[in-house]
Each structure stands twice: as C-alpha cells, then as structure tokens.
C-alpha cells in the first residue's frame, strides 16, 4: 500500500503596505485569530503566528496538494476585506505586494518556530528592515520588498 508523506515547512512574512504600524494590541488580537480560523477554512493549519505592527510571521506545513500562490493569494485577499469589512482601523487598510517564503527543514523547524514566537524580544534589537534586508542577502533574493 502506497501513501504519501510529506512535512513542507514553510515560514512566510509579508507586510503591511509601507510597512505602516498599524497592527497593535486589540486589532492585532484580532487579526491572529481571523488568520488561525481562515487557514483551518483553507485546510493549511498554522503551525506558528506572529502579529508585528507593521508585518506578519507563520509558520505552515503546506500539503502537496496545494499551491503557496494560492494560499497566500486567499489569506492576503480575504484578510485585507475582512479588515476592512470590520474597521479595524481608521484608513483604509491593504497588505504590501508579495511575500517572502523560505523551506524550513525537519532540522530547523523548532527553531524558526522559536524564532517566530520570540518576534517581539528580536525586533527591540533590529528592526523589520534591516532584517528583511538580511534576509535578501542571506537567502540571494533581491526583489521587491515585503
């Protein structure tokens, strides 16, 4: 009897558009759990999420039998209306383009999932710039930023 198997840990980071500040105390709350409901909906559970003000960490373990476009096209596009639907915030509220991906190995994946939780005591020492630039660097990826 044959059965597929697979753990495809991916951490994925995108950001707010230009990387306003926005996502604080109660409405960060709020976007937490939106985002573990519609992930369960789109069945890619959430390993790891972390609400930044101005950008969002996860941790996901992708089925084979979905696309990361697809998700991500669906969490971003349904988060950005249902934020606004509900006036979370003042503005009118929308998500930077794109995203940043990265396969997390079996080997690493408690550590990009501590890393993940830790998000607040990591960004008293740097910021969300100068990490993401890092990460270009660190990873060969020159493109837009998140």
């Given amino acids: 009897m044959l059965h597929s198997h697979t753990k495809i840990w991916i951490h994925i980071i995108w950001g707010t558009k230009n990387h306003e500040r926005l996502m604080f105390d109660e409405a960060a709350k709020q ?4 985002f573990i409901d519609k992930s369960t909906e789109l069945e890619i559970p959430i ?22 476009a697809d998700y991500m096209k669906n969490l971003k596009g349904e988060s950005s209306s249902w934020i606004n639907k509900n006036n979370l915030f ?7 383009r794109g995203f940043g991906a990265f396969s997390v190995s079996a080997s690493n994946h408690d550590q990009v999932k501590n890393y993940i939780k830790n998000q607040d005591e990591h960004h008293r020492r740097k910021t969300f710039k100068e990490e993401y630039e890092e990460w270009q660097k660190k990873y060969g990826v020159f493109s837009e930023q998140i």
């Avoid at 976007?31 to 939106?34: F, G, K, N, T």
């Avoid at 003042?90 to 930077?96: D, E, Y």
């Fill in 31 to 34: 976007i937490h759990e939106h």
């Fill in 47 to 68: 390993e790891t999420l972390r609400v930044q003000p101005e950008h969002i960490h996860t941790l996901i373990n992708l089925p084979s039998n979905q696309l990361l």
């Fill in 90 to 96: 003042t503005t009118k509220f929308s998500w930077q």
